[in-house]
C-alpha cells in the first residue's frame, strides 16, 4: 500500500501561482480593456483613424457599434471594434525631429 504524504509547499505553491496569474494576466487585460473603451468613447468627427484590417480613413459619422470613415476609395461603414487602438494613436502622434 502507498501513501502520499502531502508536501507543505503545495499550498504554498498554489498561492503563488494564484498571484502570478492575477498579476501577470488578469490586471494587463482589464487595464487593456479600460484603454479601449476610453478610447472608443473618446471619438470624434475628423479623427483619422486605422482599422485592424490596415484601412486610413478620417470618420465622418459616429454610431453606437458602428462608425463611418471617409477613404480615398469612398466611405465604409465599419464596426467600431475594428478600429486599431496603437496604429491609430500613432498616426495621430505629432512628429518627432
Not at 490586471?27 to 490596415?54: A, D, H, M, Y
Not at 466611405?75 to 486599431?84: D, F, G, Q, T, V
Amino acid at each position: 500500500m502507498i501513501v502520499l504524504q502531502e508536501s507543505p509547499m503545495s499550498p504554498m505553491f498554489l498561492v503563488v501561482m494564484v498571484i502570478f496569474i492575477v498579476f501577470f494576466m488578469i490586471i494587463p487585460q482589464v487595464r487593456k480593456s479600460r484603454n479601449e473603451k476610453k478610447f472608443k468613447e473618446s471619438l470624434v468627427k475628423g479623427t483619422k483613424v486605422i482599422t485592424t484590417g490596415g484601412i486610413h480613413g478620417k470618420l465622418i459619422e459616429i454610431n453606437e457599434g458602428t462608425v463611418m470613415i471617409e477613404t480615398n476609395a469612398g466611405k465604409l461603414l465599419i464596426e467600431k471594434a475594428a478600429l486599431n487602438i496603437e496604429l491609430t494613436k500613432k498616426y495621430n502622434a505629432p512628429e518627432k525631429k
